[in-house]
Nanobody
Framework: QVQLVESGGGSVQAGGSLRLSCTAS????????MDWYRQAPGKQRALVAT???????NYVDSVKGRFTMSRDNAKNTVYLQINSLKPEDTAIYYC???????????????WGQGTQVTVSS
């Protein structure tokens, strides 16, 4: 069984910063791409940032220059540094991972439970 656990969310004022973390645990052979998604109130869950195992990152236009995603493969952990927060960044942030479980030949996708980020103006 593989689990993803996020942490680091909170309530901040506009212009502030947060650092989100997501750690994968369980019977894992390897982890390929990991992503951060977010779901704002009344909206669908949407992709925010992606990082490959080789640490190539990609971001949606609305967060470029403010969000930085990184990973520590030894710890099965990804991070999302969020700077210059805006009220429109308010959402539940979810970690998503493409994992090869131990003893498996194929990849499976897993989600974390989410961490709330609230930005006040």
């Amino acid at each position: 069984q593989v689990q993803l656990v996020e942490s680091g969310g909170g309530s901040v004022q506009a212009g502030g910063s947060l650092r989100l973390s997501c750690t994968a645990s369980g019977s894992i052979l390897s982890i390929n791409t990991m992503d951060w998604y977010r779901q704002a109130p009344g909206k669908q869950r949407a992709l925010v940032a992606t990082i490959t195992r080789g640490e190539i990152t990609n971001y949606v236009d609305s967060v470029k220059g403010r969000f930085t995603m990184s990973r520590d493969n030894a710890k099965n952990t990804v991070y999302l540094q969020i700077n210059s927060l805006k009220p429109e960044d308010t959402a539940i942030y979810y970690c998503h991972a493409d994992v090869v479980p131990a003893g498996s030949w194929g990849t499976r996708y897993y989600w974390g439970q989410g961490t709330q980020v609230t930005v006040s103006s």
